[in-house]
């Protein structure tokens, strides 16, 4: 009761009022509702690549290969080999709950076949546009009438939103049927070397802040909160600053710093102390959950008319240029590294180095879930090493913040005992990788639970 009452009367006082550092400090103390255990402390490596701006890139010239899937939403392609598409113009559909697909450039369809795409295991359908360098817009889309929460949703799909903060959940899905008492935005990207929110909240804040007034009113949402790690002060300033001048109270408030704190379950413990059972999704617990980049996304398409079509990724490792660039979806990898002028002859991580994947293809493209290329040469090379036996130092129960037992989680998955699977909830698992990063032993903990959930769980064949 003290926590929400301090908490309200906070947003009582004037801006300038809030920013004296002694008085944020203590607010910032009280707002901040929930605690979890575990986590770990890591180097983060932004200041390689969060000091310049955004960054776009030319495409003449070159060929760009749209995914049509996203997760199972399979879109089908409307064009035709040799028709000439503008920027925005849908390329793929399907019927209601399919996410559509769209022109990333203005050019001219030269195949309709399958690409690798960088965060991905397999290949996937795609429209190929040899780019024509012009970059010309098709005229914008809006929604066919007033917003409801129905309409919203429909309209997502159909502008191609897909969760921009890694898992690339279809945001129209997210926000079907849904009537949380809370928003909660997440902008912590904690994975070290990642700053592409961080330039996005420092750079766009005003939008982002529209959008989730947007959403707030669309869906009569009375409490909205963004949580920011405090690495990032420019961004919080920022965020802060825009939600100052506007009539909806939007909170921004600090979360731990400590990896996950972006964890879907940690963020909504951090910012509401409710906790998220395993295997619930947040609308259960009253709160709809969305990363600061697919916020911006759901604005840009309500409030301007237009599609996804591109997205920020952050370049960094053994790169001359470290930096966030606006990438149209569908560009080659290997073109964002050239302009970045990589170095060395290391492989490519794509995401952060906690939650991310190996480049399995040099030929990839870049996807609407692709937050980062890390070259991993010279200095940046990760350590090998051999997996030794477990010395039983329980470091990664310690680690785990979702109070898992890593290590007999481990000794199920190596004999696909589901019964074991199921009492040490491989299900609560977010694969963040905390476990496998303290281990001493360097077994691979997060990699065998992935693989777990895949195989064992799901059924699917190595
Ligand atoms: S990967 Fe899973 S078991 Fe390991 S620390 Fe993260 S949540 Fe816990
Ligand atoms: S951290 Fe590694 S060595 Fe220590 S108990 Fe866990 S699995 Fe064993």
Redesign the pocket.
């Known amino acids: 009761m003290t926590l929400t009452i301090s908490a309200r009367f906070s947003q009582q006082l004037p801006f300038a009022v809030r920013q004296l550092p002694l008085l944020r400090q203590l607010l910032d103390s009280v707002q901040q509702r929930g605690h979890w255990r575990g986590g770990v402390r890591l180097r983060g490596h932004k200041q390689l690549s969060n000091h310049s701006p955004i960054r776009s890139l030319p495409v003449a010239g070159l060929e760009l290969a749209i995914p049509l899937t996203h997760g199972r939403s399979q879109a089908q392609a409307c064009v035709q080999v040799g028709q000439r598409v503008r920027k925005g113009e849908v390329i793929g559909d399907g019927p209601a709950g399919t996410v559509w697909a769209h022109a990333s450039t203005s050019g001219v369809v030269t195949a309709i076949d399958d690409c690798p795409v960088a965060d991905g295991e397999q290949r996937q359908p795609a429209v190929r546009i040899a780019a024509d360098g012009l970059d010309e817009w098709a005229p914008p889309c809006h929604p066919d009438g007033p917003l409801t929460p129905g309409l919203l949703a429909a309209f997502a799909m159909q502008m191609g939103l897909v969760g921009l903060g890694g898992a690339g959940f279809p945001t129209g899905l997210k926000l079907q049927g849904a009537s949380p008492d809370t928003l909660l935005i997440n902008g912590a990207e904690c994975e070290p070397f990642l700053t592409c929110d961080d330039r996005l909240m420092r750079e766009r804040a005003g939008e982002i802040i529209a959008a989730a007034a947007l959403l707030a009113s669309v869906f009569a949402i009375g409490r909205v909160r963004i949580g920011v790690e405090p690495n990032k002060p420019q961004a919080i300033a920022a965020l802060r600053q825009a939600a100052a001048g506007h009539e909806r109270p939007i909170e921004v408030l600090p979360l731990p710093l400590r990896y996950p704190a972006g964890g879907q379950p940690l963020l909504i413990k951090s910012l509401t102390g409710r906790t998220l059972p395993p295997g619930k999704l947040p609308a259960e617990v009253g709160v709809m959950v969305l990363n600061v980049a697919t916020v911006y996304a759901l604005g840009r398409a309500v409030l301007h008319g237009r599609p996804l079509v591109s997205r920020i990724v952050t370049v960094s490792g053994a790169v001359a240029q470290p930096g966030n660039v606006e990438v149209p979806i569908g560009l080659p990898v290997a073109s964002v590294l050239a302009a970045a002028q990589a170095q060395g002859d290391g492989c490519v991580h794509v995401g952060g180095p906690m939650m991310g994947r190996t480049l399995a293809d040099a030929g990839a493209v870049v996807s609407k879930t692709t937050s980062g290329l890390l070259v991993q040469a010279g200095a940046f090379r990760p350590a090998a090493a051999a997996s030794?036996?477990?010395?039983?130092?329980?470091?990664?129960?310690d680690?785990c913040p979702m109070a898992l037992r890593?290590?007999q989680l481990?000794s199920a998955c190596q004999q696909q005992d589901r019964a074991a699977l199921q009492q040490e909830q491989l299900g609560a698992c977010i694969e963040c990788g905390a476990?496998s990063h303290?281990?001493?032993?360097?077994?691979p903990?997060r990699d065998s639970f992935r693989q777990a959930k895949r195989t064992i769980w799901l059924g699917v064949r190595p």
Not at 388 to 397: A, G, S
Not at 438 to 443: D, F, G, I, R
Request: with cysteine; proline share 14%; net charge positive.
């Open positions: 030794r036996p477990c010395i039983r130092c329980n470091r990664c129960v680690a890593p290590l481990l476990c303290v281990c001493p032993s360097k077994l903990l």
